[in-house]
């Protein structure tokens, strides 16, 4: 990188990560996401230096166990899923800073007893330390936690020090529940030091897009309806319901579990205005304003239109056979549950003014890959018309996962004597650019959560415009009168060929991954 290269957002981004002091609570301290991610993400935090002197980690959760068993457990995950390895040493500093509380849930003596134990962690300090609470538990107990948080007092800092709550998704499963759940957690916390969390947002390309488009002047005046013919944004996995993931999934589906959070914070990346700053309400401002102006589709034949459901039916993804969804373990045999969405949305502003946004996020697709693509309009033909060449887009792709990095697809000519053409890729890729991985997304996401930077978390009124919007459609999957038909896909395809003919029919295909 060139040293008089200047990047305006260098000196702020710097800035938000001074992680202050604390003590991190984890509710639901012996599940899967403790284990797996939370944990591993503290670690690697530790390992790069990042964590605040002092810190501390306990655990709640209603199983009985010792600070040590407690200790032992997260360190075999940790040489599991660490992304820098294990490392003894840094494990026996970092692992004595773990301890572990055993309650339950709506007990408000074990929450009294928990304060206990932090008010002794401050005393070892000699001083009063921040607090942040994560909700890392099942949805249906965060009324309960928010009640004894604030019955016991805990959500309120100690000696002047800030006290701040995380939600893990999802936040609701409709808009009625989002409201109340909204207004359970503002009963206990300001809005201010709430952080609902989507860790797609904690992603290095995720959070690039806004960088590519604000810092590079060769993007941004391109960057709407006029060059721009269309979006696609695609979120495919290549896994169904193993690990009894059936239970939860057939009561939620692919748009609720995915659009209304993961690949709407992504339209919005993708879609908003510049912001006025790099400020937390600055940028959630603009992101709310494109879930505002997503067009609304009206009654049930304007939502089939545009949305297809589907289900996956017995295949094979990489040479394994898989089984349809209603033979999963922990689904209804008779579940109208949606593992597959596409959906044509378009953005009513001057900007994007009939330029579509296509999305598609399923189960048991061939690959595991998240991305944004950018289809440019095709260029005039003139020159090359009369050579009976060109007609291929400009397309740049944000690649999510895995492999996270930017491509721009461009035309060019072939080596030799003839004027010949042919698409080619220039590629960013963060592994080889920066010569080292990226941090998890739940370290960067984490990080702004002990430093009070929560413009990477989603905001009130930006949860409760997005239920909005997917309510509509989920009201007409779900009502008593003339439905949408649920299609079908085999599994290991990339969907139903309804989703290809909701592209076709405006004359376009989905892009290959």
Known sequence: ???????????????????????????????????????????????????????????????????????????????????????????????????????????????????????????ERGAPANRLFYLASAPEFFDQIMLMLRESGLNEGAGGKWARVVCEKPFGKDLKTARHLNEVVNATFHESDTYRIDHYLGKETAQNIMVMRFANHIFEPLWNSRFIDHVEITCAENLGME???????????????????????????????????????????????????????????????NVIRAQYTKGSVDGVERVGYRQEDRVNPQSNTETYVALRLF???????????????????????????????HPPQVPFATKGQGGTRNVLVFRIQPDEGISLRMMSKLPGVQLLMQPVKMDFRYSTSFGKASPEAY??????????????????????????????????WHNDGPQPPMCEYPAGSWGPKEADELLQSDGRVWRRL
């Open 1 to 123: 990188m060139s040293e008089d290269f200047e990047n305006p957002f260098q000196e702020t981004l710097i800035q938000r990560h001074s992680a202050e002091p604390c003590t991190v609570v984890i509710f639901g301290a012996t599940g899967d996401l403790t284990h797996r991610k939370l944990i591993p993400a503290l670690y690697n935090l530790a390992v790069g230096g990042d964590l605040p002197p002092q810190f501390k980690v306990v655990g709640f959760a209603r199983r009985d166990k010792s600070d040590d068993e407690f200790r032992t457990e997260l360190e075999a995950a940790n040489k599991k899923h660490s992304r820098q390895g294990h490392d003894d040493t840094v494990w026996a500093n970092f692992g004595s800073s773990i301890h572990y509380h055993k309650s339950e849930f709506q007990d408000l003596e074990g929450y009294k007893e928990l304060k206990t134990l932090l008010e002794k962690f401050d005393a």
């Open 443 to 476: 370290e960067r996401l984490l990080l702004d959560a002990m430093a009070g930077d929560a413009t990477l978390f989603a905001r009130r009124d930006e949860v409760e415009n997005a239920w909005a919007f997917i309510d509509e459609i989920e009201h007409a």
């Open 347 to 377: 953005i009513d502003t001057w900007r994007w003014q009939g330029v579509p946004f296509y999305m598609r996020v399923g189960k048991q697709l061939p690959k595991k890959a998240t991305e944004i693509s950018v289809h440019f309009n």
């Open 243 to 305: 690990g009894g993931r059936g239970g939860y999934y057939d009561t939620a589906g692919a748009l609720r579990d995915m659009v209304q959070n993961h690949l709407f914070q992504l339209l919005s990346l993708v879609a908003m205005e510049p912001p006025t700053g790099l400020s937390a309400d600055a940028v959630r401002d603009e992101k709310v304003k494109v879930i505002r102006s997503l067009r609304r589709w009206r009654g049930t034949d304007e939502i089939a239109r």
